[in-house]
T-cell receptor, first 113, second 113 residues
């Protein structure tokens, strides 16, 4: 089992729809969770982080965390073609001392006009 | 604006050459990381450093070494470049706290011919 799992996609949604991106993780003790957006040929850019169960909203983005189910999701409302990118889920893991971000392989999102 | 700067955006080297990839951050971050990213394989951690002159192997250190003589600078060295090291190389930095994500540089696309 991979430590952080994402569906590779592509996830195709029409402009204006809600895009729902999902991620599961293996380490039950993980405390913090991050979503990165990566455009083709560019480096990852941090767009959201969450560390408490429930929802966290920032503009059109909502991160959702369910630690009991070891599940993180990212909702993008009113999707725009400019949201077309690969979205990486990342989880901070490590039992003692140094914690590292472990990345999923990403979900490719395509928003059609 | 805080930054992680990678010295080269594109690089072409010959097989057997010694290659230096430089990364500088201006955020006074303690932790620095080198990843490579290949299609279908996601981000793979090569080396990381949590302090000056300290280094730790990541998941795929073979064929690479690193140097961190100053806090702001973390260098990746390919001792003898090979064609299977053709990849996108990403540097990142972070603070050593659980709620802190990584900031990535813009990446170096290395081609070994």
């Amino acid at each position: 089992q991979k430590e952080v799992e994402q569906n590779s996609g592509p996830l195709s949604v029409p402009e204006g729809a809600i895009a729902s991106l999902n991620c599961t993780y293996s380490d039950r003790g993980s405390q913090s969770f991050f979503w990165y957006r990566q455009y083709s040929g560019k480096s990852p850019e941090l767009i959201m982080f969450i560390y408490s169960n429930g929802d966290k909203e920032d503009g059109r983005f909502t991160a959702q965390l369910n630690k009991a189910s070891q599940y993180v999701s990212l909702l993008i409302r009113d999707s725009q073609p400019s949201d077309s990118a690969t979205y990486l889920c990342a989880v901070k893991m490590g039992n003692t001392g140094f914690q590292k971000l472990v990345f999923g392989t990403g979900t490719r999102l395509l928003v059609s006009p | 604006d805080v930054k992680v700067t990678q010295s080269s955006r594109y690089l072409v080297k010959r097989t057997g050459e010694k290659v230096f990839l430089e990364c500088v951050q201006d955020m006074d971050h303690e932790n620095m990381f080198w990843y490579r990213q290949d299609p279908g394989l996601g981000l793979r951690l090569i080396y990381f450093s949590y302090d000056v002159k300290m280094k730790e192997k990541g998941d795929i250190p073979e064929g690479y070494s690193v140097s961190r003589e100053k806090k702001e600078r973390f260098s990746l060295i390919l001792e003898s470049a090979s064609t299977n090291q053709t990849s996108m190389y990403l540097c990142a930095s972070s603070r050593p706290t659980p709620l802190y994500g990584y900031t990535f540089g813009s990446g170096t696309r290395l081609t070994v011919v």
